[in-house]
């Protein structure tokens, strides 16, 4: 079955966001946005009454596309490690492939005010961060589950933007940068370091912090 033709403003949003993740919300205006998608200035403004509703549209919908695939990812068939090495080579792929997606991503958490990333979380990234939660507390019940989703998004994240350092100062040359390559060392590392990690509340039964994420 073929996909549904985009709407006038479907495309509005993804050329935007594709403006927005080059240039920045400040270095793009409205006009550069109606040359762009071919439209007038009065149609742009039918759509969307000014930039700043047009730019949280436009990152709403970029970010909203793309994370349902990690959203099947973690809600997949196979056991918890199986269904966490699909999300984590999701991730690492969007990352290093979507220019669009990382771009927008490392504006908002370098520029974005804190008003704007609060409905970007809500709408966006709160259920993929509560199932991961819950999909790690599986793996590692008597750790702080949500903490290592943060610290799981935070490690591939991490090296993603730093790849390009890495390149430099790699001394065997050995490519470590693709996403493969970066899926695969952070599952070992958080594999090994939930092995090692000790209980830090053995008096007690565990909380379910994946749970209170949902």
């Known amino acids: 079955m073929n996909d549904p033709t985009p709407t006038t403003r479907d495309i509005i949003l993804a050329r935007s ?13 409205m006009r550069d946005i109606a040359r762009e ?13 000014d930039k700043q509703s047009l730019y949280l549209a436009a990152i709403i919908h970029a970010f909203g596309e793309k994370t349902a695939a990690g959203n099947d990812a973690l809600n997949s068939p196979g ?11 999701w991730m690492a792929k969007l990352l290093t492939e979507d220019q669009v997606f990382a771009g927008l991503l490392h504006r908002e958490l370098l520029d974005g005010n804190e008003e704007r990333l609060k409905v970007v979380t809500e709408k966006v990234f709160a259920k993929p ?8 507390h599986e793996i590692a019940p008597r ?7 943060f610290s799981l998004v935070s490690l591939v994240l991490g ?8 390149r430099h100062v790699s001394v065997d040359r ?7 390559a970066i899926a695969d060392h952070v599952l070992n590392l ?15 039964s565990p909380v379910d912090t994946a749970q209170n994420a949902k």
Do not use: C
Not at 174 to 180: E, G, I, N
Not at 190 to 204: A, F, H, I, T, V
């Open 17 to 29: 966001a594709a403006l927005f993740a080059d240039k920045g919300k400040e270095g793009v205006s």
């Open 37 to 49: 998608v071919g439209v007038t200035i009065a149609a742009l403004y039918h759509h969307f009454p």
């Open 79 to 89: 056991t918890p490690w199986d269904r966490l090495r699909r999300f984590v080579e």
């Open 129 to 136: 961060l509560a199932d991961t939660s819950i999909l790690l």
């Open 143 to 149: 750790q702080d589950a949500q903490m290592l989703a």
């Open 159 to 166: 090296h993603v933007q730093l790849r390009t350092i890495l």
């Open 174 to 180: 050995t490519p470590r940068d693709d996403p493969q």
């Open 190 to 204: 958080l594999l090994s370091g939930m092995e090692g990690m000790p209980d830090p509340n053995p008096e007690s």
